[in-house]
């Protein structure tokens, strides 16, 4: 019997599987520590944001938390 959490996909051949609840769990807690670094390197150390930091760290982010995912798994 399949579970209504676990998702799996096929991308160029490889499968792949996410449990739904553990992934954006992840999700945000990666987003929120990249958050902190971000306002860090700001405020501490003069870093200038550019137009691309936000969406790049969306992205980085959800594939970062993906990665810790299947390494915790």
Known sequence: MEDKETLHFTIFGLNFTLHKKRYFALVMKVW???CVVLLVSVLGFSYEMT???IPGGFI??????????????
């Open 32 to 34: 929120l520590i990249m």
């Open 51 to 53: 137009s691309a930091d």
């Open 60 to 73: 980085a982010g959800a594939l970062f938390a993906y990665l810790l995912h299947i390494i915790i798994e």
